[in-house]
């Protein structure tokens, strides 16, 4: 207190300095070295007091008038000692401020408003929906403009708010995120995969969306609340490794078996769902077992060849598929056995055409040719062999008259094309792929 006495005093001293004692005056005298014993007031801004004390450079009575206005201040709160007016140095102004652990028990935080939406700004919006619950749904923020607002302590106004009302006032409605994934199992059958489920946003007013996050599963599913109804949405993602294929082709043969699919998180069963007997039906269920087979040759390929495969679904067409698996059951010293109702690609030499090619019909209880293939391509990586045998069993030449013309004109390599023998609905084919190397890039 010293500094402001030195103050006060410094300040009156300059006063009286300058003061003239006017020709209408009641009398007064100034004297010298005189005692004033009445109340002198003198009139001083803050402002003006932080000044003096800089030019006299007095910062240590700067900081104890400042901390004294401050500690001041507090009290100044309608609801202290529970509140206290403190400055927020971000707003750069006073915010009430509790001092007490049950303030905002006994004084709730309200806050109340009028609105006003653009639903042509949030088509998906529910007329009997509130903005908030509309952000949280979608996961979005929503822009409304505020007609009136006040903040309260308890039933009482809030006397230094956060926010204060402003004409054209404009409010952002930002919802809490989603709780976090959690871990669970996607079950059909005797597969289990675990999977993170969260709940996802949703333009759909009253339905609820969860469907997993992972990103490794190679399929991404999502399961739909709506009203009383539950839908299972299930979609194959490129990307994961032949094993995680595997699996999942696994998984899905089994909903198309037992047409049944749980989720399960611990020991509680999240959600079970029923595939009916037309979904069932669907080309996703039926070409399981083939994507099966077909990574599993991938695999095989791979582990013989010292290769890696990416991208198994992405332009995936029947001759790669037919070619994996001659590939796969060649690798391992097999046959490759398929069922064939017609076949075009034998040419075989003039000279090692079976000489009883004309009995019966054209009938051959066996028929064989051997090619060299060449170079050929597999999902990105280049192989060669060094030779292509193929056998077929019970067959009939459907071109005989053709394989004669030929024969006739002593050409060099022949095409026979074969059709089931009489009576029969299909015939086999045997293939085979010798000295199969990858060739580096």
Request: hydrophobic share 35%.
């Amino acid at each position: 207190m010293k500094a402001v006495e030195y103050l006060l005093r410094n300040i009156f001293s300059k006063l009286c300095s300058k003061s003239n004692i006017g020709t209408n005056s009641s009398g007064n005298i100034v004297i010298q070295n005189s005692t004033v014993s009445g109340p002198i007031m003198v009139n001083c801004s803050p402002e003006s007091m932080l000044m003096e004390l800089k030019s006299q450079g007095d910062y240590t009575a700067i900081q104890t008038f400042v901390s004294s206005q401050l500690a001041n201040l507090k009290k100044v709160h309608p609801l202290y000692p529970e509140f206290s007016a403190t400055v927020d140095p971000k707003l750069n102004r006073l915010v009430s401020t509790p001092e007490v652990e049950d303030a905002f028990k006994n004084h709730p935080k309200k806050i109340k408003s009028t609105i006003k939406v653009d639903l042509k700004k949030y088509p998906y919006m529910h007329q009997g929906e509130a903005p908030w619950e509309y952000a949280y749904r979608t996961q979005t923020e929503v822009e409304v403009d505020t007609t009136s607002y006040q903040e309260y302590l308890g039933d009482e106004p809030d006397p230094f708010p956060l926010v204060t009302f402003q004409q054209g006032m404009k409010t952002i409605i930002k919802a809490p995120e989603f709780p976090p994934a959690c871990e669970a199992s996607i079950t059909s059958g005797d597969i289990s995969i675990p999977v993170k489920i969260r709940r996802l946003p949703n333009l759909k007013y009253g339905e609820i969306l969860f469907g997993n996050v992972s990103k490794d599963q190679g399929f991404d599913f999502r399961v739909s609340l709506f009203e009383d109804n539950v839908k299972f949405h299930f979609t194959k993602r490129a990307g994961a490794d032949l094993d995680t294929l595997i699996l999942m082709e696994k998984l899905v043969q089994n909903i198309g078996t037992t047409r049944s699919i749980r989720i399960v998180q611990g020991a509680v069963e999240f959600m079970r769902a029923t595939v009916s007997p037309l979904e069932c039906d669907a080309d996703i269920f039926k070409n399981a077992p083939l994507f099966i087979q077909y990574f599993e040759s991938l695999r095989t390929i791979e582990k013989h060849l010292n290769c890696h495969f990416d991208q198994m679904y992405e332009d995936l067409t029947v001759d790669d598929y037919r070619l994996a698996i001659i590939m796969a059951a060649s690798l391992q010293g097999n046959w490759c056995r398929e069922k064939e109702a017609f076949n075009d690609e034998l040419r075989v030499s003039r000279e090692h055409l079976p000489h009883n090619i004309h009995e019966n019909g054209g009938t051959v209880h066996e028929l064989s040719g051997e090619m060299q293939p060449g170079t050929f391509s597999l999902h990105g990586k280049h192989f060669r062999a060094v030779k292509y045998i193929v056998v077929f069993s019970d067959v009939k030449i459907n071109n005989l008259q053709s394989v004669q013309k030929n024969i006739n004109r002593k050409k060099k390599s022949i095409l026979i094309t074969l059709k089931p023998a009489n009576g029969n609905e299909f015939f086999w084919k045997y293939s085979k792929l010798e000295g199969i190397e990858l060739i580096e890039e």
